[in-house]
């Protein structure tokens, strides 16, 4: 059996057992009136509540309350501004980063994350921090985190470290052989005897 129609009809471990598209998770919402927003796993967990309770679920908003009033558009930044939950990586504080850092600097996922997670700590702080990740990425053995709702680039990366020797092209073409099929999405080694 080949990969089967996302509809109302659906099973769950059919649903389960198959590698669905954001667009085609989107797309089921729509039709039943599932909130469609958020990310993959979100979507997907909302899709399993329906097909298993028939509850349409839809989105709660998380209302972050913010606390500080500090205006990062338009304050002037130095080393000693402490980081507030209502820290922005905006044009200002890119700015900032330019130039204690310089040109080089750009925003990246570890480091807006380290912002997020460090109110209380200064900017200051948060350019050792930068510094500390450029170095890291630049250690050869350093493997960045790939999040999990990215199946598609977690299993491109795991295909090329265990065959060095093929391509990218293949990475895909076995990725593609494998997500159309039941189970898990993962690399394995036994992904090579696909046809």
């Keep these: 059996m080949g990969k089967p129609i996302l509809d109302k009809e659906i099973s769950l471990k059919d649903f389960n057992d198959f590698y669905w598209l954001k667009k085609e998770l989107v797309q089921f919402c729509l039709t039943i009136g599932i909130s469609s927003t958020g990310g993959k796993i979100e979507i997907s967990d909302r899709i399993r509540t329906y097909l298993s309770t028939g509850e349409i679920?839809?989105?709660?908003?998380?209302?972050h309350k913010v606390k500080s009033d500090f205006?990062?558009?338009?304050?002037?930044?130095?080393?000693?501004?402490?980081?507030?939950d209502s820290y922005k990586n905006g044009e200002n504080a890119r700015n900032f980063f330019i130039r204690e850092i310089g040109s080089h600097f750009k925003f990246n996922v570890i480091f807006m994350k380290w912002m997020k997670e460090n109110i209380g700590k200064t900017?200051?702080?948060a350019i050792m921090e930068w510094k500390r990740i450029e170095v890291l990425k630049k250690d050869r053995n350093y493997v960045s985190e790939i999040s999990p709702q990215f199946e598609y680039n977690r299993y491109m990366r795991e295909f090329l470290k265990d065959?060095?020797?093929?391509?990218?092209k293949d990475a895909m073409k076995f990725w593609k052989l494998k997500s159309s099929q039941r189970g898990s999405n993962e690399y394995d080694k036994k992904d090579l005897e696909l046809k």
Excluded: A, C, F, Y
């Excluded at 679920?57 to 209302?63: C, D, I, M, N, P």
């Excluded at 205006?71 to 507030?84: A, Q, R, S």
């Design 163 to 168: 065959n060095p020797n093929l391509s990218s």
């Design 71 to 84: 205006d990062w558009t338009n304050e002037v930044l130095t080393k000693n501004t402490v980081i507030t």
């Design 123 to 125: 900017l200051g702080d």
């Design 57 to 63: 679920v839809k989105k709660v908003r998380k209302t």
